[in-house]
């Protein structure tokens, strides 16, 4: 008898709690739905990252968004694979100088063995990325397809200074990282490019 008592208890407070969340709904006001519809808040090269990043193991479609949209010629770019391909080759250029900067600040000062043999390592392969990436730049500027990505794909090759650290930290990780994914990224754009 106290079971059913009990159950009858649970059943009818289940009742009053849906009840009142009846009610409650049915007297509040209803959230307006946000629309979005300036297509200036989509970028302009979605579709292009959509296509290199998407089956890409190397790099993905945020990567492509992001580090397209942080030139403002992207903002005009669309789809043109040309025009994404040399945004992304001037980016390498950036990156692969600043790298070339911080691994001459650094030079391997106040470091341990290991870590200052593989900076100079690092510094040695970027700063022969840099002396060759104008040379780089005009080639994917002028669409000679072989040369552009032999180049870029050299480029891309430094970052495995990296790997000399072995089990030291790296203090390049994050801009190594960053100068292969925008080299990849370069040579994808520009096989799509016509």
């Known amino acids: 008898m106290a079971m059913a008592a009990t159950s009858y208890l649970s059943s009818a407070s289940a009742i009053l709690l849906y009840a009142a969340l009846f009610f409650a709904g ?14 200036s808040e989509v970028p302009s090269t979605l579709p292009v990252c959509k296509t290199v990043g ?5 790099f ?3 990567f492509c968004l992001e580090a397209l949209g942080f030139d403002g010629r992207s903002a005009n770019a669309g789809t043109n694979y040309g025009t994404c391909s040399v945004i992304a080759a001037d980016l390498l250029t950036a990156n692969t100088t600043k790298i070339d900067v911080l691994l001459r600040e650094r030079g391997g ?7 200052t043999r593989c900076l100079r390592s690092c510094r040695a392969l970027y700063g022969g990325v840099v002396r060759r990436q104008p040379g780089c730049a005009a080639a994917v500027r002028g669409r000679r397809g072989g040369e552009a990505t032999r180049c870029l794909e050299t480029a891309a090759s430094a970052a495995e200074c990296e790997e000399g650290f072995g089990k030291v930290a790296s203090p390049m990780t994050m801009e190594n990282d960053a100068a292969f994914k925008l080299a990849k990224l370069a040579v994808a754009l520009l096989s799509w490019a016509h």
């Open 54 to 58: 998407g089956g890409s193991t190397v």
């Open 26 to 39: 049915a007297h509040a006001e209803a959230e307006p739905t946000e629309v979005v519809t300036s297509e």
């Open 60 to 62: 993905d479609v945020q």
């Open 109 to 115: 000062k106040d470091e341990e063995a290991t870590t």
